[in-house]
């Protein structure tokens, strides 16, 4: 089993800062990609951030320039940088992980999400 420990979330007035981390521990063999996603009431969740193990990033267009997703291997923690937020940046963050375990099985997991709110 793997399991997802998120942080960081919180309320921060417009143009303010937030980071954000998720710590994966279990019986993981190796992770092909962490990646941060967010739901906004009556909305439907999305891609933030992903990396993958080959270093490549994708951001949602919305997040470019603000966001910044970084990760330490050693400690199988994903970071989620989020400067010059806006209110429309409020929503549960979540974290995903794809990763291949310990019995070369592929398996994905989410954390329990962390609320962001962004006043204006």
């Known amino acids: 089993q793997v399991q997802l420990a998120e942080s960081g979330g919180g309320l921060v007035q417009a143009g303010g800062s937030l980071r954000l981390s998720c710590a994966a521990s279990?019986?993981?063999?190796?992770?092909?990609?962490m990646g941060w996603y967010r739901q906004a009431p009556g909305k439907q969740r999305e891609l933030v951030a992903i990396?993958?193990?080959?270093?490549?990033?994708n951001y949602a267009d919305s997040v470019k320039g603000r966001f910044t997703i970084s990760r330490d291997s050693a400690k199988n923690t994903v970071y989620l940088q989020m400067n010059s937020l806006k209110p429309e940046d409020t929503a549960v963050y979540y974290c995903?992980?794809?990763?291949?375990?310990?019995?070369?099985?592929?398996?994905?997991?989410w954390g329990q999400g962390t609320q962001v709110t962004v006043s204006s």
């Open positions: 279990g019986r993981i063999f190796s992770i092909n990609a």
């Open positions: 990396l993958n193990s080959g270093g490549n990033i």
């Open positions: 995903k992980i794809d990763i291949r375990t310990i019995y070369l099985k592929e398996e994905n997991y």
